[in-house]
């Protein structure tokens, strides 16, 4: 098994909901992340979590928490967003840590359109 | 600071040969990595250098020079499925974020 899976693929949420994305990866990767890309941009870090543990916040704002449950298991709770956060959420993983080899596994994204 | 770059859009015909190039200034250079995007799909890894030369795999090439901060993607015998954005990515040594994506160069094959 080397895919990394998302769910949902879609969302579209209003300002004042709650939604949580998920990600999930059996590789026994170590590392997990989750990248914010705008149309014709790179992807842009916003977490990782290695060991479980949240290792970079790339200063994202509150609006957006992320959560490990457990080595395979990545979640990003939203809550009260603006319609500038609509992006494709990208979750990736990679056998090792940040400061390891760090090939990244990206899984299909979740489109997000906040209205 | 880190700075990668790479044209924003190129186009090709159908069995011809493109090259797309990458240029980076970046503390703690480790190796750079290529990536292929389909538009609303994930990244997903076409390869990574470390060591300066052409690494070949397949239809697709990657070279390093490490001295001159310098990178390309050559894709050979083009078809329309290679329609897609091409990111290449630094990993450094530098700071906890260690992998630092170029813009992405949008490659559009036509017949």
């Known amino acids: 098994d080397t895919e990394v899976t998302q769910t949902p693929k879609h969302l579209v949420m209003g300002m004042t909901n709650k939604k949580s994305l998920k990600c999930e990866q059996h590789m026994g990767h170590r590392a997990m992340y989750w990248y914010k890309q705008k149309a014709k941009k790179p992807p842009e870090l916003m977490f990782v979590?290695?060991?479980?543990?949240?290792?970079i916040n790339e200063s994202v704002p509150s609006r957006f928490s992320p959560e490990c449950p457990n080595s395979s298991l990545l979640n990003l709770h939203l809550h009260a967003l603006q319609p500038e956060d609509s992006a494709l959420y990208l979750c990736?993983?990679?056998?090792?840590?940040?400061?390891?080899?760090?090939?990244?596994?990206f899984g299909s994204g979740t489109q997000l359109s906040v209205l | 600071g880190q700075n990668i770059d790479q044209p924003t859009e190129m186009t090709a015909t159908e069995g011809a040969i493109v090259q797309i190039n990458c240029t980076y200034q970046?503390?703690?250079?480790?190796?750079l990595f290529w990536y292929q995007q389909h538009a609303g799909e994930a990244p997903t890894f076409l390869s990574y250098?470390?060591?300066?030369g052409l690494e070949e795999k397949g239809r697709f090439s990657s070279f390093l020079s490490r001295s001159k901060g310098y990178s390309y993607l050559l894709l050979k015998e083009l078809q329309m499925k290679d329609s897609a954005s091409y990111l290449c990515a630094a990993y450094t040594a530098a700071g906890a974020n260690n992998l630092f994506f170029g813009t992405g160069t949008r490659l559009t094959v036509i017949p």
């Open positions: 979590y290695s060991y479980e543990k949240l290792s």
């Open positions: 990736a993983s990679s056998q090792d840590p940040p400061g390891g080899s760090e090939k990244l596994f």
């Open positions: 250098n470390v060591l300066d």
């Open positions: 970046t503390s703690g250079f480790n190796g």
